[in-house]
């Protein structure tokens, strides 16, 4: 095991300060110039101690190599950083761009979201914006083919943090994600005659909106193409919240994501085609290799997508030169040239947990899979479905505790009925996007396909509507994580060496993970109350040990207040106590009295008459459902002990009981 993570990949020790550069350069903002002479005289150490370590070798000093080939790569990791970084475009006048649609990437009440290039724009100052991506808000009453140039003048929307606590932070992802700016058009024109040059990824773009429309001409239904689009092509912008929500319950929501998986059952196919096609092994070598790359061209080169044809180009470059790899090193070299490619993957939970799966899969598999032997072969087909789904799970575990606070119970039963099902999907996509044009095709293997999205569509939503289906809003800290990744490190050390002291070193990160659990239960505030003005209305959430009561406005719904109080039950680790809703309609009367921690909170309803109030009833605060504040005993704004904010505010006060 030791040979596995050190000796056989070298990469494996390269990437990891890298990683740590670029984290130390998103988080500190470093000199591009300083950042630059360090990596160069970083270089330029090594280098020369390499060149005197040849010329006389000196064995107590072979360590020096090791450290300042790790300062090196530390230093260039913040170098890739500085010269990658997002560019963010702030403005609070009207900007007008010329822009080249590349997408939709979905929608929202009155609006279709695009995303757009820009190709020029009509201020000088403004120059070095040409080539951003951003979104674009258009009116649903307009519609635009990809490709399409157009001119837009609008308001561009700012990248604000959330003013609700430990809510999503939608645009550190955006910026991740280069998206430079989001802008609501108000008025656009689109050119008539733009430039006719060629650009290869909008060719591809046309493609698949050309695939979508005759997946649809033959009877696909909406439901059906959305799942399939997020699977053969990685767009999930179809999916709706409740497909979301279904397969992230049920487990398989990585089935959705084009991932290893996917890329390898299509690598398979490939590989099978074309070595019965061509006979010379040069031939097929370049055709498979050609073939994975445009497949990820067409999925927009996600994390996942970039990995895994990385790493299956790798495999078939090691097996046309006939040299075996090291799967560990393999990913590394996946890893490194990823982050060479750009750094703000490594901010990516998709990218994490592609490579933590299959790493999982090629540490863990062989000894779970030996655990038990069948000889009826559907037994041990199935046993291999359950330890393949059993080892990648637990190489996601930790990040998808951390990140998003949650696990699903079912996964290996919904693994095994839906895990079958994507290799006929995957084949009948891919013949069906080869051949889309062939109307007899389409019409033989489109219903068949569409059947089978289907079974998967209902499989997970009748999964997710079983009781305890998951357990949600789980918490879960960053350093309970790295715990958990060490005890898996630890367990495959002591599968290997059944020595005392790896047991020794096995107990004592389980004593700190369960240590950490204790102490994050005994940080968390047992009793608190949330209250969050929105432009809809009032919101009040009270917990205790035993239950979780909700009171909200007339103007939220039981959706939008589980979205916006997500993130403070999952750090608060409510999971699953009963949610109580009660809507405050329209009453003159008073709902309810709360006493956190010695302090009287009164709750009263919508519209009551505060002259005619119950002044009987001591309180210490007082919250009306659709006031834009609390009052106090005195009836007066503020109070020291509930922070409130600008308008649109979220405010929290909550203790430890």
């Known amino acids: 095991m030791v040979k596995l993570f050190v000796s056989n990949s070298p990469f494996l020790r390269l990437v990891i300060p890298m990683m740590l550069g670029i984290w130390i350069s998103y988080h500190h903002s470093i000199s591009f110039t300083i950042v630059g002479v360090a990596t160069v005289i970083a270089l330029t150490i090594y280098g020369l101690f390499t060149w005197y370590y040849r010329v006389k070798p000196n064995y107590q000093l072979g360590f020096l190599s090791g450290i300042l080939m790790v300062v090196f790569m530390l230093s260039f990791g913040m170098l890739n950083y500085s010269i990658r970084k997002p560019y963010i475009i702030e403005s609070t006048q009207k900007e007008s761009f010329r822009l080249r649609i590349n997408r939709s990437v979905g929608e929202t009440e009155k609006n279709t979201k695009y995303e757009a290039v820009i190709l020029s724009s009509l201020h000088d100052s403004t120059k070095e914006h040409v080539g951003l991506k951003g979104i674009i808000y258009l009116s649903k009453n307009n519609t635009i083919d990809v490709g399409t140039v157009v001119n837009v003048q609008g308001k561009l929307l700012n990248y604000d943090s959330p003013q609700i606590p430990y809510q999503f932070n939608y645009s550190r992802y955006l910026k991740n994600n280069r998206i430079a700016f989001r802008m609501v058009v108000s008025t656009f024109a689109i050119q008539a005659n733009p430039a006719n040059t060629f650009n290869f990824e909008i060719y591809l773009l046309k493609y698949k909106e050309y695939f979508n429309r005759r997946?649809?001409?033959?009877?696909?239904?909406?439901?059906?193409?959305?799942?399939?689009?997020?699977?053969?092509?990685?767009?999930?912008?179809?999916?709706?919240?409740?497909?979301?929500?279904?397969?992230?319950?049920?487990?398989?929501?990585?089935?959705?994501?084009?991932?290893?998986?996917?890329?390898?059952?299509?690598?398979?196919?490939?590989?099978?085609?074309?070595?019965?096609?061509?006979?010379?092994?040069?031939?097929?070598?370049?055709?498979?290799?050609?073939?994975?790359?445009?497949?990820?061209?067409?999925?927009?080169?996600?994390?996942?997508?970039?990995?895994a044809t990385i790493m299956f180009s790798v495999i078939e470059i090691g097996k046309f030169s006939q040299r075996r790899i090291s799967i560990v090193?393999?990913?590394?070299?996946?890893?490194?040239?990823i982050l060479l490619i750009d750094p703000l993957f490594v901010f990516s939970v998709g990218f994490w947990l592609s490579h933590c799966a299959v790493a999982s899969i090629v540490l863990f598999y062989p000894y779970v899979n030996s655990w038990v032997y069948f000889r009826f072969p559907p037994f041990c087909w199935l046993w291999s479905v359950l330890a393949l789904s059993l080892t990648a799970q637990l190489g996601a575990l930790p990040i998808s505790l951390a990140t998003f606070h949650q696990f699903p119970l079912l996964f290996i039963f919904t693994n095994w009925l839906l895990i079958p099902i994507v290799?006929?999907?995957?084949?009948?996509?891919?013949?069906?996007?080869?051949?889309?044009?062939?109307?007899?095709?389409?019409?033989?293997?489109?219903?068949?396909?569409?059947?089978?999205?289907?079974?998967?569509?209902?499989?997970?939503?009748s999964i997710n509507e079983w009781p305890y289906a998951s357990i949600s809003h789980i918490s879960f800290s960053n350093w309970q994580m790295i715990l958990l990744y060490a005890i898996l490190i630890m367990v495959l050390i002591r599968s290997e060496f059944k020595?005392?002291?790896?047991?020794?070193?096995?107990?004592?990160?389980?004593?700190?993970?369960?240590?950490?659990?204790?102490?994050?239960?005994?940080?968390?505030?047992?009793?608190?109350?949330?209250?969050?003005?929105?432009?809809?209305?009032?919101?009040?959430?009270?917990?205790?040990?035993?239950?979780?009561?909700?009171?909200?406005?007339?103007?939220?719904?039981?959706?939008?207040?589980?979205?916006?109080?997500?993130?403070?039950?999952?750090?608060?680790g409510v999971m699953q106590k009963t949610i109580f809703y009660q809507t405050c309609s329209s009453a003159?009367?008073?709902?309810?009295?709360?006493?956190?921690?010695?302090?009287?909170?009164?709750?009263?309803?919508?519209?009551?008459?505060?002259?005619?109030?119950?002044?009987?009833?001591?309180?210490?605060?007082?919250?009306?459902?659709s006031s834009n504040y609390c009052l106090n005993a005195d009836w007066s704004r503020g109070s020291d002990e509930i922070m409130f904010l600008e308008k649109g505010l979220r405010a929290i006060w909550n203790e430890k009981k």
């Open 499 to 572: 020595t005392y002291k790896s047991l020794q070193w096995l107990l004592v990160v389980l004593v700190l993970f369960v240590s950490s659990t204790h102490l994050n239960r005994f940080l968390n505030p047992q009793e608190g109350i949330t209250i969050i003005e929105t432009d809809n209305g009032m919101l009040v959430n009270y917990f205790n040990p035993e239950i979780n009561e909700v009171y909200m406005s007339t103007g939220l719904n039981e959706s939008d207040v589980g979205w916006m109080l997500s993130g403070i039950w999952s750090e608060y």
């Open 423 to 461: 290799t006929p999907v995957l084949v009948l996509a891919l013949i069906c996007a080869i051949l889309s044009p062939l109307s007899i095709v389409m019409q033989l293997f489109v219903p068949a396909l569409n059947d089978l999205l289907s079974y998967m569509n209902n499989v997970a939503s």
């Open 588 to 625: 003159d009367s008073i709902i309810e009295t709360k006493n956190v921690n010695g302090k009287i909170i009164l709750i009263i309803r919508e519209n009551l008459d505060l002259e005619r109030g119950r002044n009987d009833i001591h309180f210490d605060y007082l919250v009306q459902m």
């Open 329 to 337: 090193n393999l990913l590394s070299v996946s890893m490194f040239i």
């Open 215 to 307: 997946l649809r001409q033959f009877g696909m239904q909406p439901e059906e193409l959305a799942i399939l689009n997020a699977m053969f092509l990685g767009d999930k912008f179809q999916l709706t919240q409740e497909q979301k929500h279904a397969f992230v319950g049920a487990g398989a929501m990585h089935l959705l994501a084009v991932s290893g998986l996917h890329v390898g059952i299509i690598y398979l196919l490939l590989s099978f085609l074309f070595g019965a096609v061509f006979k010379n092994r040069k031939a097929v070598f370049v055709s498979v290799f050609v073939m994975l790359w445009l497949y990820a061209v067409l999925t927009g080169f996600s994390a996942s997508v970039l990995r």
